[in-house]
């Protein structure tokens, strides 16, 4: 019994101590998910990828739509096409299928190349404002995702969002 109490009152002395230690650092914590959803830059980034990609993303819903449209002239029509008419038609049709999936393919690598590209800028810019407050601010340490909890108290996601749209 002596000996349990004296591992308690150690615990709560060590508990004591470091809560008067931790009452010391300045801690903050930024959420990278919504200051890349939030942040002006990141908006403006957004909005470049769409401008940049609209052209091939026209261009794939045109072949779709001639993919449907062949899909469906076969459908109602195929019964009554002439075998070699048909077989054509059939052949046209996976060939435009196959031209749809390579460039469905291509423009989704091509447009996660380029977000990635856009996010690791970002990011950049990010850390660097981030740093700046951390200076200015004095903080000890300054977290971000992935976090299992941070408090709203210490959350200055909020400041950095407002950083990166004055820049």
């Known amino acids: 019994m002596k000996r349990t109490s004296t591992w308690l009152f150690a615990a709560v002395l060590l508990m ?4 008067g230690l931790a009452a010391d650092y300045k801690i903050g914590f ?8 939030e ?9 470049k990828l769409e401008k940049e990609f609209a052209a091939r993303d026209a261009d794939i819903q045109r072949l779709s739509k001639q993919v449907r449209d062949l899909q469906a002239l076969l459908d109602k029509d195929g019964p009554t096409l002439a075998e070699s008419e048909r077989r054509n038609k059939e ?15 291509e423009a989704r690598e091509d447009l996660n190349l380029r977000r990635n590209e856009e996010l690791a800028s970002l990011q950049e810019r990010a850390n660097k404002v981030i740093q700046q407050i951390a200076n200015d601010e004095k903080f000890d340490l300054i977290l971000q995702d992935p976090v299992v909890f941070a408090s709203q108290r210490i959350d200055i996601t909020e400041k950095v969002i407002k950083a990166l749209a004055d820049k």
Do not use: H, I, W, Y
Request: proline share 3%; no cysteine.
């Open 39 to 47: 942040a002006a830059p990141a908006k403006r980034a957004q909005q």
């Open 30 to 37: 930024v959420n990278t998910e919504r200051l890349f959803r």
């Open 16 to 19: 004591t101590s470091g809560a």
């Open 91 to 105: 052949r046209d049709l996976a060939n435009q299928s196959r031209d749809l999936q390579r460039m469905q393919r």
